[in-house]
């Protein structure tokens, strides 16, 4: 696994929102959801798993509000400036923050371990075939 240097930083991209990470990321993988695929516009959304309290946010941002098909209601965070994905929180894992690798100031750090709701992956969207894949949830990161 990559080592990553701490902080991570990271932000939107009109700088208006930014924020650093500040404990190694508990977990990594890309998720194929067609709600990561509406909100991120791409094929699936890169996703660093950070404690709570490992997340420090500076700026402005909006939430918006979707239901996971655990039922779990999950607030997407972005910057209302520039529309920029950035992180979100699932108030049924309230220690855990999604936040989007690609938003990272160096994303090369980020470094996926699985591929999860590949059920709803599109069939232009290219998976690394060695990493593990997970037909909704991954069981880990
Ligand atoms: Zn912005
Ligand atoms: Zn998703």
């Given at each position: 696994m990559m080592s990553y240097e701490l902080p991570i930083t990271g932000g939107c991209l009109c700088s208006q929102v930014r924020y650093r990470i500040t404990a190694k990321p508990i977990g990594s993988g890309n998720c194929h959801c067609r709600t990561?695929?509406?909100?991120?516009?791409?094929?699936?959304?890169?996703?660093?798993?950070?404690?709570?309290?490992?997340?420090?946010?500076?700026?402005l941002y909006k939430e918006f509000p979707s239901v996971a098909a655990s039922g779990n209601t999950v607030y997407r965070g972005f910057c209302p400036n520039c529309g920029a994905a950035l992180f979100g929180r699932n108030i049924g894992h309230p220690e855990l923050r999604p936040v989007s690798a690609a938003s990272l100031d160096d994303p090369s750090v980020y470094e996926p371990?699985?591929?999860?709701?590949?059920?709803?992956?599109?069939?232009?969207?290219?998976?690394?075939?060695?990493?593990?894949?997970?037909?909704?949830?991954?069981?880990?990161?």
């Open positions: 990561c695929q509406k909100s991120s516009g791409s094929a699936y959304l890169p996703v660093l798993f950070v404690l709570s309290n490992a997340l420090e946010i500076e700026g371990h699985v591929d999860f709701w590949v059920c709803d992956a599109q069939p232009w969207d290219y998976m690394n075939p060695e990493l593990e894949k997970f037909q909704q949830n991954a069981e880990h990161f």
